[in-house]
């Protein structure tokens, strides 16, 4: 079963340092999203991208956060000089034009010290 | 702004009762409401979705109830076990209007005791 692969799966980073979480979606699905999930709350939709073009961006997705989906494959999501509060778990999703359900990733958990 | 609201925060539910967790939204475009599963750890799993043309949908012990007039749906669990215990996200996402991203809930965390 090919579903949605993330990785890594957890990173733990120094304050102001970057990191880099990758997602595969599910084979064929042109749709790929992220979103953002602290403990105790409902995923937040940071942005996606159909097929190469980032479509829509969230405000949460500030100016040190930037998403790629160069082949219209997989996709990056970097976070430049990391702040405590970007602790989170950070979500890829897919679905194929004309589907009904998005698939979700298991997530990459940061934790920012 | 939330635009979908869910209650309640956590319940607690004996073995072999049912569960029912309830959820409001504003934006009339919606037009697919699922609920998802998440337990400790994972990512959400898909559970059961509904289209508004309907006003209940059934898969195995687990059921929705949709009133497209007071913009509320709701998950019922029958039969609760101790596996279903989870946190329970509706969620809801406008495919025909081009918004097709979904908004979350706030979440339901589930606990069935024996």
Redo the contacts between chains.
């Keep these: 079963d090919t579903g949605?692969s993330q990785d890594p799966r957890h990173k733990i980073t120094k304050r102001g340092q970057n990191v880099t979480f990758r997602c595969d979606p599910i084979s064929e699905h042109n749709?790929l999203?992220w979103?953002r999930q602290t403990l105790?709350?409902?995923?937040?939709?940071l942005t996606?991208f159909q097929n190469e073009a980032q479509l829509?961006k969230s405000r949460l997705l500030s100016d040190r956060f930037s998403a790629e989906r160069p082949k219209g494959s997989f996709s990056t999501l970097e976070i430049q000089r990391t702040e405590q509060g970007d602790s989170a778990m950070y979500?890829c999703?897919s679905?194929y034009r004309g589907g009904?359900?998005?698939?979700?990733?298991?997530?990459s958990?940061l934790t920012v010290v | 702004q939330q635009q979908v609201k869910?209650s309640p925060q956590s319940l607690i539910v004996q073995k072999g009762g049912i569960s029912i967790i309830n959820c409001a939204y504003e934006n009339t475009a919606f037009d697919?409401f699922?609920w998802?599963q998440q337990f400790p750890?994972?990512?959400?799993?898909?559970l059961i979705?509904i289209r508004p043309d309907v006003s209940e949908k059934k898969e195995g012990r687990f059921t929705i109830s949709f009133n497209k007039s007071a913009k509320q749906f709701s998950l019922h669990i029958m039969d609760s076990q101790p596996g279903d215990s989870a946190t329970y996200?509706c969620?809801a996402?406008a495919?025909n209007f081009g918004n097709?991203?979904?908004?979350?809930?706030?979440?339901t965390r589930l606990t069935i005791i024996p």
């Design positions: 949605v749709r999203y979103y105790g709350q409902g995923p937040e939709f996606y829509e979500l999703a679905i009904n359900t998005i698939y979700f990733g298991e997530g958990w | 869910q697919y699922p998802y750890g994972k990512g959400p799993a898909l979705a996200f969620a996402l495919f097709e991203k979904l908004t979350f809930g706030t979440g």
